[in-house]
T-cell receptor, first 110, second 114 residues
């Protein structure tokens, strides 16, 4: 079946790097996404990676995709207090449905 | 260029009442998706609609829930005879085409059933 898993909590110190991990099950996924949700707000697309790529970098964000292990990670360099939020990993399946993980709550300690 | 709009932002209903949630997609978008986020959980897909058509409703509960996206006007998610377990945030997203990589999300409607 379709399933996306993430660890639920991560705590880092301001200025350190954060790494949020995700595993998914659908090997025919076309796109994989990272969304950010701040308290009381909707979802903001942070970055995405096409399934035939293995890395994408966008300023402080680095996405790594290991398709063999169905493992996706998001690295945030120089984490700031404004990065505190819930981060959702998601995959777009071959049926064009987007499946979300449960979200990782990132806490940044000043 | 307005983004995806949802209203109301907050909705309180008593058990047994009906809830109507509205979603206006981004200009030029004809594909709408509804998701439900239960407290402390991720988003769960409910239904995918194009104008006047339901494309995929595999995530919709079989009873009490319905969705439409008429030719004119917003998409409506309707929940009849609400129960406490329906309390959640309901998000709408839109895209310009089915195969596009991005869905743009609205701010959500937070439904509370008392």
């Amino acid at each position: 079946g379709e399933d996306v898993e993430q660890s639920l909590f991560l705590s880092v110190r301001e200025g350190d790097s954060s790494v949020i991990n995700c595993t998914y099950t659908d090997s025919s996924s076309t796109y994989l996404y990272w969304y950010k949700q701040e308290p009381g707000a909707g979802l903001q697309l942070l970055t995405y990676i096409f399934s035939n790529m293995d890395m994408k970098q966008d300023q402080r964000l680095t996405v790594l995709l290991n398709k063999k292990d169905k493992h996706l990670s998001l690295r945030i360099a120089d984490t700031q207090t404004g990065d505190s939020a819930i981060y959702f990993c998601a995959e777009k399946t071959s049926y064009d449905k987007v499946i979300f993980g449960p979200g990782t709550s990132l806490s940044v300690i000043p | 260029n307005a983004g995806v709009m949802q209203n109301p932002r907050h909705l309180v209903r008593r058990r047994g009442q009906e809830a109507r949630l509205r979603c206006s997609p981004m200009k030029g978008h004809s594909h709408v998706y509804w998701y439900r986020q239960l407290p402390e959980e991720g988003l769960k897909f409910m239904v995918y609609l194009q104008k006047e058509n339901i494309i995929d409703e595999s995530g919709m509960p079989k009873e009490r829930f319905s969705a439409e996206f008429p030719k004119e006007g917003p998409s409506i998610l309707r929940i009849q005879q609400v129960v406490r377990g329906d309390s959640a945030a309901y998000f709408c997203a839109s895209s310009v085409a089915r195969a596009t990589y991005e869905q743009y999300f609205g701010p959500g409607t937070r439904l509370t059933v008392t």
